[in-house]
């Protein structure tokens, strides 16, 4: 069973470019949430996405935007990118039933120079 | 507003040592709490996840507890060994499908 997987794994990109990244939650979950880590924090939540639709949102400004997929997948697209959205890029898959529990991807570091 | 606390920020013990991680959540209407552990660089893997109507879990050598009341969590590290290095995050949730608030973590060094 595979679990929650997460592409690319590194990206440099230059301040002002747009990125995508790609998300495919643990086999059986339809619902994905997308965190950002800087150095030395917590994530910090981004969105969550279920039934194709955005269901939830951190306090993050429209640069950053999703996607999810019939097949449940989901991308985080984010434009105009600024030094400081350096990260650890994380997906989450949530477990059904009534645990709830969240099962994380290996994430993508995003260096913005 | 959930804001969620861990301390110390950083722990050093000797291998074989008990050691106790504290995390603090200011808003007692939590759906479910989460234990993590993350290594350098990579993403987070999952220790222990208790429920609001639960007390506490174990798995293997490690236990967390949970007080709601006094919002509180401790999460017990029992006969500590150098590949327990990592960093210790514990993230709420408020809901069933809320969005889950971490705490900064705990760097935990265990020397051989």
């Known amino acids: 069973d595979a679990g929650v997987t997460q592409s690319p794994t590194h990206l440099i990109k230059t301040r002002g470019q747009q990125v995508t990244l790609r998300c495919s939650p643990k086999?059986?979950?339809?619902?994905v949430s997308w965190y950002q880590q800087a150095l030395g924090q917590g994530p910090q939540f981004i969105f969550q996405?279920?039934?194709?639709?955005?269901?939830q949102r951190g306090n993050f400004p429209d640069r950053f935007s999703g996607h999810q997929f019939p097949n449940y997948s989901s991308e985080l697209n984010v434009n105009a990118l600024l030094l400081g959205d350096s990260a650890l890029y994380l997906c989450?898959?949530?477990?059904?039933?009534?645990?709830?529990?969240?099962?994380f991807g290996p994430g993508t570091r995003l260096t913005v120079t | 507003k959930q804001e969620v606390t861990q301390i110390p920020a950083a722990l050093s013990v000797p291998e074989g040592e008990n050691l106790v991680l504290n995390c603090s959540f200011t808003d007692s209407a939590i759906y479910n709490l989460q234990w993590f552990r993350q290594d350098p660089g990579k993403g987070l893997t999952s220790l222990l996840l208790?429920?609001?109507?639960?007390r506490e879990q174990t798995s293997g050598r490690l236990n967390a507890s949970l007080d709601k009341s006094s919002g509180r969590s401790t999460l017990y590290i029992a006969a500590s060994q150098p590949g327990d290095s990592a960093t210790y995050l514990c993230?709420?949730?408020?809901?069933?499908?809320?969005?889950?608030?971490f705490g900064p973590g705990t760097s935990l060094s265990v020397i051989p």
């Open positions: 989450a898959s949530l477990g059904q039933g009534v645990l709830y529990e969240q099962y």
């Open positions: 996405y279920y039934e194709e639709e955005e269901r």
């Open positions: 086999s059986g979950h339809d619902t």
């Open positions: 993230a709420v949730g408020g809901t069933s499908y809320d969005k889950v608030i």
């Open positions: 208790i429920q609001s109507s639960q």
